[in-house]
């Protein structure tokens, strides 16, 4: 869409504000707004200024001068708004015209440019399935002298007797018991449909939803493929539109990985493949899941880079309470078919050539869609590049469960960082891959580990209720 057809549109529509949108480093999404009748021609050709200071991991304030180039083909109408407002994704510039080297966009762009330079293909794919929990009641502080947290949900597992709902019905949501149960045991159909609907209106092609395995209202919605950046706007655009219909319903959404003890975490398994000019390279027929060498020296990156990749892809201390054997939860470092325990699975059900792919069990939604989906393709284009083989190295194939083997067959498997701390060590001593073709830079890298750092810190120093119930009695 040209600049001139976005002007059109807003005519069209009647459209009185125009919200120009980016992310931070963490993936939270960010805006200014302009009357429309403000928006020209060259708002699209010099962008929109703002302070970049004011956003934790960009610029210092002696530089916080940034600009806010808008991308016309990710525009779309907000559902949720009084006023007819149009939305539109933007890219950083410095004041001198310059990508912004911390744009997680702009990164995802760089990622998309090097496939090609790389001559591997033309495009690369993916589809995520970021789950998510619906709350009823979400209440938490941090302080010198408290530390607390409490989530409620009507359909959860402990609240079969509670009496506040005027006499309980039951048909409670049980423990790793939600897996696509139908009313009245799952409650949220009405609100996930209504989710699909405006997805559907802003212009994602939504797949399916259902509930997912977990007590208190979790839940799974899939939209459809496609190449790595627009994907990316699809997911920022997938969960605005959760949070904020679970707000007009009076409930909150969150995609934090691990928000309750003792049942499944919410993760965001990432389907990915490439292909050449319209034709599939991880296909081939006959060969192990129908997979291609090209497919499996991928898979060899992805799984040989994963320690420093998961410092990208689960990105927050929640998601190293998510990366636990027992919950479905995929940390051992293998690949295979069909198989959920592995953090590599090739899905093999009515899959056609063109619907081959793999998939990335691993991530989690606290990651940033921009740098996580970039990351992995950086991870897979250098296992293609090296050629790879995860065979040889002892990653798999494992048809098996797992978590069912020995402890000592267990040791022979590789298995994920064991919190955000080591996942940095690891991203510290393997980022080569990331900066080829001056995808990531240096920069960014030394810049993203001081955050995360920090934020790993800021969790590491405080009290835990717990240590209350192990040691306040010493």
């Given at each position: ?5 976005v002007?059109?549109?807003i005519?069209e529509k ?9 992310v931070?480093?963490g ?7 302009l009357p ?7 708002t699209?050709?010099?962008g929109?200024a ?5 956003i ?7 530089e916080?001068d940034?600009?806010?180039?808008p991308d016309t083909?990710s ?6 708004t009084?006023?007819a407002?149009?939305?539109?994704m933007c890219?950083?510039?410095t004041?001198d ?7 997680p966009r702009?990164i995802?762009?760089?990622?998309e ?6 001559g ?5 794919f ?20 408290s530390?607390s ?5 009507e359909?959860?597992?402990?609240n ?10 039951g048909?409670?949501?049980g423990?790793?018991g939600?897996?696509?149960p139908?009313?009245?045991v ?15 209106d802003t212009g ?15 839940a799974?919605?899939?939209f ?6 627009k994907t990316?706007d699809n997911?920022?655009?997938y969960?605005?539109?959760?949070h904020?219909v679970?707000?007009?319903y009076?409930?909150?959404?969150t ?6 003890f003792?049942?499944?975490?919410s993760?965001?398994?990432v389907?990915?493949?490439i292909?050449?000019?319209g034709e ?8 192990y899941?129908?997979?291609s060498?090209l497919?499996?020296y991928?898979i060899?990156?992805i799984?040989?880079?994963a ?7 689960n990105?927050?201390?929640n998601s190293?309470?998510?990366l636990v ?5 995929p ?9 959920r325990?592995a ?18 069990r691993?991530?989690?939604?606290t990651a940033?869609p ?7 393709l950086m991870a ?7 050629k790879i083989?995860?065979?040889a190295l002892?990653?798999?194939p494992?048809?098996?469960n797992?978590?069912?083997l020995?402890d000592d ?6 298995s ?5 701390d080591?996942?940095?060590d690891?991203?510290?001593?393997d ?7 001056g995808v990531f830079?240096?920069?960014f890298?030394?810049n ?10 800021a969790?590491?120093i405080?009290?835990?209720?717990h240590?209350?119930s192990?040691y306040?009695?010493?």
């Open positions: 869409m040209s600049a001139q057809q002007l059109d549109l005519k009647n459209i009185e504000f125009v919200d120009f949108r980016f931070d480093l993936g939270r999404a960010h805006h200014i707004t429309a009748t403000e928006v020209e021609a060259e699209f050709v010099n929109v703002f302070d970049g200071s004011s934790v991991g960009f610029r210092g304030i002696e916080s940034m600009v806010m180039m083909d525009v779309y109408v907000d559902p949720f009084a006023h407002t149009l939305i539109v890219n950083i510039h004041p015209g310059e990508r912004y080297e911390r744009d702009s995802a762009h760089k990622a440019e090097y496939l090609q330079k790389a591997v293909g033309t495009a690369a993916f589809a995520p399935e970021s789950e998510f929990f619906v709350f009823d009641d979400v209440r938490y502080e941090s302080t010198m002298n530390s947290y409490f989530v409620d949900s359909e959860a597992a402990w079969t007797n509670r009496k506040e709902e005027g006499g309980n019905l048909f409670k949501v423990v790793k939600g897996y696509v139908v009313a009245p799952d409650s949220q159909q009405d609100i996930r449909s209504e989710m699909v609907r405006l997805m559907q994602l092609r939504v797949e399916r939803h259902h509930h997912e395995v977990a007590t208190a209202g979790q799974e919605i899939n459809r493929f496609d190449t790595l950046t990316a997911l920022m655009k969960k605005y539109i959760i904020n679970a707000r007009q009076g409930k909150v959404a995609f934090m990985p691990k928000p309750l003792g049942d499944n975490g993760g965001m398994h389907h990915q493949s292909f050449n000019e599939p390279l991880f296909y081939e027929k006959g060969a899941a129908n997979l060498q497919a499996l991928y060899g990156g799984l040989h880079h320690p420093a990749l998961i410092a990208i892809t990105p927050s201390t190293f309470k998510r054997p027992g919950y479905e939860a940390v051992n470092l293998v690949y295979s078919k069909g198989n325990s953090a590599v699975r090739i899905p093999v059900a009515a899959v056609t050539p063109k619907g081959c792919r793999i998939e990335f691993t991530p989690d939604s940033n921009y740098l996580a989906f970039a990351a992995m897979g284009l250098d296992g293609i590049k090296r083989d995860p065979t002892g990653y798999g494992f048809d098996t797992i978590y069912e020995s067959q267990k040791k022979e498997i590789r994920v960082p064991g919190s955000l080591e996942a940095l690891a991203l510290e001593a980022s080569d891959f990331l900066t080829e073709g830079t240096k920069s890298i030394e993203y580990v001081a955050v995360k750092r920090a934020e790993a810190k969790v590491n405080r009290i835990h209720p240590e209350y192990l306040f009695d010493c």
